[in-house]
């Protein structure tokens, strides 16, 4: 045997035999758990279960879009309204698209206004930024879904609204489809097409005007025009797109300067993944804005929204609502309870970057909050 094979031997012999060192063991203690505090960037959403303020860094995350999840009265416009309030104090512009008008009150508190389309009419003819052929291919996958045409249907829509955008009045597209009534299957589509087009005859407002504000509640729904859930429906979409399509007009940008809060958002989210808040949704940071959807039912929205929007935030509800967002595969137990028992005012942010979910104690703001 050599000489440092002995001493090797030797002093394994005299020497304890290590099996951990200490730095090993530190997963298995509690103290590992717990994430460092984080950098004080972004707006404040909450607490964690420690007390320490949890953020939302539009500047770090990849996107600004984000969906809130909770029952009826479990506090998803409040909630929507505190985060509104925070972007807005920092030079975001932020539209309500608001069906019930419930976002108005608060908009005008803080010098913003309230915009009745149910009142003013919208121009769908004539968007910023867009070219007719574009244009028309929109309004015609909107008028699509709301009305459940064939793609045969939408293909002569989109034909007819063409040269109505073209010239300037909806009542061109009309006049196309009536003289080609005598088919049974365009018959049914110029009835359809008439009944949702009407309302948006007259129009006296445009989105650049309406973008003039950086505060805006835009209400669309029921009201002295007679708008329907169908027409509600459809004007969302088409002042989605143009927002999106405007945004995009104006170039990449690096900073937030849009957000749009969607309330109600399951009236785009059941038309299928194939709408325009999934498509906008899908857009990465690069045009500036935010799209914000609030939605009672978790299953309404479609999957892939929660891999791609940028903050998801889960308030309290019962078995049912937490048994089918636990079934999306986003929850521990612990996180099921939370919602379970969970009481108002607190909730579950999930931040794409970060696997946790952060049960938190929500930091809504009392300006938010209407009585
Ligand atoms: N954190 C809070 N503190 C005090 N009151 C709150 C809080 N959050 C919500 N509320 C109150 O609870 C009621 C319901 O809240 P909110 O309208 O935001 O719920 P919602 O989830 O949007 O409901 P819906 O699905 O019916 O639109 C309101 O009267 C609101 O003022
Ligand atoms: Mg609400």
Redesign the pocket.
Known sequence: MRAYELIAKLSSIVTPKVYALTSDLIPLMPISTLLPAEAGEGILVGYDELGRPIYLDFEKLPNAHGVIT??????????ARSLALSVYEEGVRVLFVDPHG?HCQFVEKFGGISLDLRARVLDITQPPGISPSQWSLELSKAAKHVLSLTESQRAILQDALLEAIEQGTLERALRYLEARRHDPLLEELYVKVRTLLKPFMRPCLNLEELLNNELVSLVLGGGALGLTYEHSVFLTWAVLAELEYFMRSKGVRSSLELVVVI?EAHRLFVLGPENVLVRAFQETRKFGYGFWA?N?LPSQIPLEVYQLVGFLIF?PGPKEYVDELASLALLSEDDRDFLLFGI??TGIVVRQGDPRPRRLR?A?REEA???
């Open positions: 909770g029952t009826t009265g479990s506090g998803k416009s409040t909630l419930e309330d609030l009672q308030l108002r005012g929500l809504i909050i209407i009585r």
